[in-house]
């Protein structure tokens, strides 16, 4: 399990069900989908839906059986969806996500642009919608391509990483996390900025 999973996690149940109302939830790279799998329980009966999705077959398979273990209230859908091929599924999507959830997502220098351009694709598709993006620094070059397309993008960032780690360390915090490791996570809340 990424660090980066454990960390968002922790943020988002730390936020009150209530913050998620209405939300269409879509979790991108989930892997096992922990993120998206604690917010569909935390959340069941605010949220419209949550769909948990990655290019691996793998890991949707592994998501799908977690995800049957849910009460049917929890509103969660599986799909294989690759970001290096955003152009054919954004559209396809239905109901717009009003929340994206990335964690981990950022570890391979060739797939920067590929996840960047539908993040913002993801976020255009729906007014007032963010992304929850979770990411270490493990390569330079990887990490300055990222911040590269953050600014070309114009996408504004919300550093959420203090509030995260406070998450982790309360008292009803199921989750656990080295603390050194969960320091070198960024937690972001990325949005489109007013203009666009």
């Given at each position: ?18 913050s ?29 839906s949550t769909?948990?999705?990655d ?78 993006l ?63």
């Open positions: 399990m990424w660090n980066e999973a454990l960390v968002l996690t922790a943020y988002l149940l730390h936020q009150p069900p209530e998620f109302a209405g939300e269409h939830v879509l979790e991108l790279g989930a892997g096992p989908a922990l993120p998206g799998l604690a917010l569909a329980l935390h959340a069941c009966q605010q949220l419209a769909t948990l999705s290019y691996e077959a793998e890991a949707m398979c592994l998501a799908e059986e977690h995800a049957q273990s849910l009460p049917a209230s929890a509103k969660v859908h599986v799909r294989q969806l690759d970001w290096t091929r955003w152009a054919d599924w954004v559209p396809a999507l239905g109901a717009a996500p009003g929340l994206i959830l990335a964690a981990g997502c950022v570890y391979e220098a060739g797939l920067v642009r590929p996840l960047m351009e539908a993040l913002h694709a993801l976020l255009r598709a729906r007014r007032g919608s963010r992304c929850l979770a990411a270490v620094r493990r390569r330079p070059r990887t990490w300055a391509l990222f911040e590269e397309e953050l600014r070309r993008r114009e996408l504004h960032v919300l550093d959420r990483s203090t509030e995260a780690l406070d998450a982790m360390q309360c008292g009803g915090c199921s989750i656990w996390c080295d603390g050194e490791a969960a320091a070198r996570v960024r937690l972001m809340e990325v949005r489109l900025t007013a203009e666009q």
